[in-house]
Each structure stands twice: as structure tokens, then as C-alpha cells.
């Protein structure tokens, strides 16, 4: 049975006219107001939204009509241009997806490539978080890494090429090289950016619970610094994936194999521009399915789910 609340009488003072008034209204706002709690629950509200406004909410399907878009306007350009060589259209590109896919040679370059992308991405990972640490625990860590990243973060992992074939020759450790120089340093910055910017105000709570160093650490600090954190991660996965590719135009013609790179440049040597386009596909393909099924899934099951980010 619901709660029913004793109304509580209002007066106001003996020839006051504007106290009845006054009275008289905060009367009707209680009544109504004890009227909707007896009533256990407040008036509903139903809207039938159609099925192209249900449509308009899921994201996905806003940004597939964007690459639908995308697709016919390639299409159309590559007919009225009527050069296969030069832009070939859009369905015989992914002809060539399909066929290179079917025969595993375009399968072959891609798990090349992301065998060295992933080694040498760890690596980076690795070496990003030991500078981080020994710039938080030292002034001099501090000034290297400030000093460091001002230099080398300017400096263009493609400009490394040269002296990457000097001192490591021809083949994958060049490439790994210039991969692990395009992601530390954009990476340590994000990272240590993160946790520079943790407020006072949770450094004292965790002092005030007298949280052990590991647990300070894992319980404090990563929490949060988790945005920038996963924004040092993102964009170094953004710089190492270009990174390869462009590294793998030099270095997978020069070893004799390779991954998409090397794909890329062995069908634009042989005039198959449609697989040149395939492959170009398959790196915008594989760019979107890391972004949307690793790096949003974590943001969402973390920082988003923690109302860190809207």
C-alpha cells in the first residue's frame, strides 16, 4: 500500500492578501505533488519513434551511409574518367580484394605485416613505460624525457630509413626499428602527461588509505590517467601502422618479401592497379576493425563505463 503523507495545512497572517495568494498557490503545488506520490508513480511518457529515427540513432548505420557515399562517388568518378589505369572504379577494386583474398597471397602479406607491426608495438609499449617511470621517480628522468621527446618526436620515423639500412641491413629488424622510434615517443608523452595531470585530491586519498606503492599505482594513478593513457596507445597504433606500410615499400622490395607494402609496390610494378587498390582497402579495413573492436570496446568497458568520457 503506498506511503500517504499528511498534508500540512497553510495560513497566512490575518489581513495579508498577498499571503492568501501566496498560500493558496503553494497549496496547489502540494496537492499536486502528494497527488503524484500516492499515485505511486510519475505520469509516463510514450513517443513512437519510425523506423528510419530508430535507424538515425545506431552509429554504425550513420557511418555506413558515409562509406556507401564514399563508394558511389568513386564509382561514379572512375566511370565518367574511363582510365582503369589510372583510378580504376570501385567494383573492380573489389574484385581484386576478393580474388587476392581467395588465393591467400594478400593473407600471406597481411599476417606478415602484423606479426612485425605487433613485436614491434610491444616493444614500444615496453620502452614507453619504463621512461615514464624513470621520468616520475627522478628529476633527471624528467628532463630526459621532457628534452627527448621534444627532439625525437619531431623527428620523422620515414627520415630513419637510411641509417636504419646501415645498422641493421636489409629485412624486418630496419623495420622494426623505425616502427619502435614512431611509437615511443608520442606514446611516453600521452602516458606521462597522464599521470602528471592525477589531482592532489586523489594523491591525499590514496595517502590517507596508505595504499602500498603497487597498489597506489594500479588503484590511483592508472585509473586515472586510463584516458590519456589509451590516447598515447591509439595514437601510437595510428603511427606504427602507417610507419610500416611506407617502411615496407623500401624494405620488403629490397629483402625480396614483405607484408601489404610490398603488395602494394610488387602490383604497381606489374600495372595491376586494381590490386593496388585492394590492398589499400585492406589497410583502411584493418585500421577500422582495430579501432572500433579493440580500442573503443576497452574505452567503453573502462573510462566511458567510469563516466570519464561522454
Request: proline share 5%; hydrophobic share 55%; charged share 15%.
Amino acid at each position: 500500500m503506498p506511503f500517504e503523507a499528511k498534508r500540512p495545512a497553510l495560513r497566512s497572517e490575518a489581513g495579508d492578501p498577498g499571503g492568501d495568494a501566496a498560500a493558496s498557490a503553494c497549496a496547489l503545488w502540494l496537492n499536486n505533488e502528494y497527488t503524484l506520490a500516492e499515485a505511486g508513480r510519475l505520469p509516463e511518457l510514450q513517443v513512437h519513434l519510425s523506423l528510419v529515427d530508430r535507424l538515425r540513432q545506431v552509429t554504425a548505420v550513420r557511418k555506413g551511409c558515409v562509406v556507401l557515399l564514399l563508394a558511389l562517388l568513386w564509382q561514379a568518378y572512375a566511370v565518367l574518367l574511363d582510365n582503369d589505369l589510372m583510378f580504376p572504379t570501385f567494383s573492380a577494386a573489389l574484385l581484386a580484394l576478393y580474388d587476392a583474398l581467395v588465393q591467400g597471397e594478400l593473407l600471406r602479406a597481411v599476417g606478415t605485416s602484423l606479426r612485425v607491426l605487433a613485436a614491434a608495438y610491444a616493444v614500444g609499449v615496453v620502452a614507453a613505460g619504463l621512461l615514464t617511470v624513470f621520468a616520475l621517480t627522478s628529476r633527471f628522468g624528467s628532463d630526459l624525457l621532457e628534452t627527448c621527446t621534444g627532439m625525437f618526436n619531431l623527428l620523422p620515423a620515414i627520415a630513419l630509413l637510411p641509417l636504419a639500412l646501415l645498422w641493421f641491413g636489409l629485412g624486418y629488424p630496419s623495420i622494426m626499428f623505425v616502427i619502435v622510434h614512431s611509437v615511443t615517443w608520442p606514446m611516453t608523452l600521452n602516458i606521462y602527461s597522464g599521470f602528471t595531470g592525477v589531482s592532489k585530491t586523489l594523491r591525499m586519498v590514496g595517502r590517507n588509505y596508505a595504499l602500498s606503492p603497487p597498489a597506489f599505482l594500479f588503484k590511483i594513478l592508472i585509473p586515472a590517467a586510463l584516458p590519456q593513457i589509451l590516447t598515447g596507445l591509439k595514437v601510437g597504433w595510428a603511427f606504427s601502422w602507417r610507419t610500416l606500410i611506407a617502411s615496407e615499400l623500401v624494405f620488403g622490395v629490397s629483402s625480396g618479401s614483405g607484408g601489404i607494402g610490398w603488395f602494394i609496390y610488387e602490383k604497381k610494378n606489374q600495372l595491376d592497379i586494381p590490386s593496388v587498390f585492394a590492398g589499400l582497402i585492406m589497410i583502411i579495413v584493418i585500421g577500422l576493425l582495430v579501432e572500433n573492436l579493440l580500442f573503443n570496446v576497452l574505452e567503453g568497458k573502462t573510462i566511458r563505463k567510469w563516466g570519464m568520457q561522454s
